[in-house]
């Protein structure tokens, strides 16, 4: 690009010379013309011009377009009324490359193929690259920056599928969207230090450490039923919350991922169940099935040692159970 600029800045500087030459151009075009139209009303034969450069200049005597072959080679310039070039069209070393410009000369898109990849350059009033649009190594893409020039939008499309992604300022991903080879959308929320913290798939909704391992996680089951499931670092359970046939319950895990806890509201009533290490219950309180609150407490073998209940007329009753399961004390 940088050579195209040279040439351009070169044909600026010989078009005032140019423009002190061409009255006698006129004069010479005409001839020039009229021989080849007469060379045209001859039956068989071709005409051919062979020039280093061509210089087009309006009614009024002004430079409008030149043709010339340069050291970056062939290129054509068409000049605006002020005499400021706005369109440059080149074949360079490196392929053709097609410039405009806006009044004050400033390069404010470029059309362009090169060893790398086709490409569509945009740039802002300042001279700074904004949009970027190229076909690289068989994929494309669209970028577009800010005033700076770093980019902070990007689209494009790679084997695993299209994706649109967002950054900051300092160039980290902050927002992905892409669809994958599935066909499935999945719309990613980084952080600053560019791990992705939440994640919302077919799947479900997922929050992340910055460590990337999923910790929360709410999803649809199998049933159409809504789930919530939080892990600890190591991926194991710490509670879930799930909607099931007889009723939402909620389950809270110890440090080993052994469920210790659980509430949950069915057909019967809320009832809370305290667990132990081996899932034996040694703690239950529930509506019972006269519907009145009842505490039961057991033994790691599962077996009632006592329930603290009320009864129909509302007042309060302690049973203390042996091991067997008979009363050994009640009050009232």
């Known amino acids: 690009m940088e050579k195209l600029e040279r040439e351009l800045s070169s044909a600026k500087t ?3 010379a140019m423009q002190r030459r061409n009255r006698r151009l006129i004069g010479a075009g005409a001839m020039l013309l009229f021989g080849c139209l007469a060379i045209a009303a001859v039956p068989g034969v071709t005409p051919t011009i062979t020039a ?8 009024q005597g002004r430079i409008r377009a030149t043709l010339n072959v340069g050291t970056n080679g062939p290129s054509l310039c068409l000049i605006d009324m002020n005499n400021v070039i706005r369109a440059a069209l080149n074949v360079g070393t490196n392929g053709p490359r097609l410039s405009l410009f806006d009044e004050n000369g400033k390069n404010r898109s470029r059309l ?3 060893k790398d990849a086709p490409g569509l350059r945009l740039d802002d009033a300042n001279g700074k690259p904004r949009v970027a649009l190229d076909v690289y190594k068989n994929e494309p893409r669209l970028r577009l920056k800010d005033e700076k020039g770093d980019v902070r939008a990007m689209m494009f499309v790679d084997v695993n599928g299209p994706m649109l992604r967002f950054q900051d300022t300092n160039g980290t991903s902050r927002v992905l969207i892409d669809v994958g080879k599935d066909g499935c959308p999945t719309l990613g929320l980084g952080s600053a230090q560019g791990n ?8 479900g909704f997922s929050l992340q450490d910055d460590n ?3 910790r929360a996680m709410l999803s649809m089951g199998k049933a159409g039923r809504p789930g919530l499931r939080m892990v600890d670092e190591k991926g194991k359970p710490s509670a879930i919350l799930d909607v099931g046939e007889k009723g939402a319950v909620l389950h809270l895990f110890d440090a080993n991922g052994m469920p210790r806890a659980s509430l949950d509201a069915n057909k019967d009533g809320p009832e809370l169940c305290l667990t132990s290490a081996s899932l034996t219950s040694l703690a239950k309180l529930s509506m019972g099935k006269a519907n009145r609150p009842e505490l039961g407490l057991f033994s790691g073998n599962g077996e009632a040692r006592a329930i603290l209940d009320v009864n129909k007329d509302g007042r309060p ?7 067997h399961g008979k009363v050994i004390w009640l009050a009232p």
């Open 52 to 59: 280093r450069q061509f210089v087009v200049v309006d009614d």
């Open 317 to 323: 009753g302690l049973n203390l159970l042996d091991a």
């Open 112 to 114: 362009f193929y090169d």
């Open 212 to 214: 990337g391992k999923i």
């Open 14 to 16: 010989g078009l005032a």
């Open 196 to 203: 992705v913290s939440t994640l919302l798939n077919d799947s």
